[in-house]
């Protein structure tokens, strides 16, 4: 089975990939806490496709959340569903400028998203093979 990495950048591509986690979890019956609380089986078939399992039973999307504005970070993590995030895979002032996706060329995002993949505890250190990202990049909301 296919996993994905989830990233979501800038102010709009972290309000709609929040928006995205909070209808997904709706759907697999996961709660802001990251606990189980459907009713049917076929919620957890394929829910390793989006989050990884805690030791503590607790599902984590598999997701790095990245702006330049802490601001940003913790507009999500204040949000209903900012608990289900780990705290590490919050991204923040790593470019020095002002609109991310207006300056950012694409070697600075090849750059960013090569120091994504390594950080300690991203979301890809949890693969043997890394093949699929899903990644919000929109330049306006």
Same mark, same amino acid.
């Given at each position: 089975m296919?996993?994905?990495?989830h990233?979501?950048?800038?102010?709009?591509?972290?309000?709609?990939?929040t928006?995205f986690?909070?209808v !997904? #979890?709706?759907?697999?019956?996961?709660?802001p806490?990251?606990? +189980?609380v459907?009713?049917? $089986? @076929?919620?957890?078939e394929? !829910? #390793?496709?989006y989050?990884?399992?805690?030791?503590s039973?607790? +599902?984590?999307?598999?997701? $790095? @959340?990245?702006?330049?504005?802490p601001?940003t970070m913790d507009?999500?993590?204040?949000g209903?569903f900012?608990?289900l995030f780990?705290?590490?895979?919050f991204?923040?002032?790593m470019?020095?400028?002002?609109?991310?996706?207006?300056y950012?060329q694409?070697?600075q995002?090849y750059i960013?998203?090569?120091?994504?993949?390594?950080?300690?505890?991203?979301p890809?250190?949890?693969f043997?093979?890394?093949s699929?990202?899903q990644l919000?990049?929109p330049?306006?909301?």
């Amino acid at each position: 089975m296919r996993e994905i990495v989830h990233i979501q950048a800038g102010q709009c591509g972290n309000q709609i990939g929040t928006k995205f986690w909070e209808v !997904i #979890s709706d759907e697999h019956g996961i709660d802001p806490a990251g606990g +189980y609380v459907g009713d049917s $089986a @076929l919620q957890l078939e394929r !829910i #390793s496709v989006y989050y990884n399992e805690s030791s503590s039973q607790k +599902y984590v999307p598999r997701a $790095a @959340l990245v702006d330049l504005e802490p601001g940003t970070m913790d507009s999500v993590r204040s949000g209903p569903f900012g608990q289900l995030f780990r705290p590490d895979n919050f991204i923040f002032d790593m470019f020095r400028q002002t609109h991310i996706f207006t300056y950012i060329q694409w070697s600075q995002l090849y750059i960013l998203f090569s120091t994504l993949v390594s950080l300690p505890g991203s979301p890809a250190t949890y693969f043997e093979n890394l093949s699929i990202s899903q990644l919000w990049l929109p330049h306006s909301c």
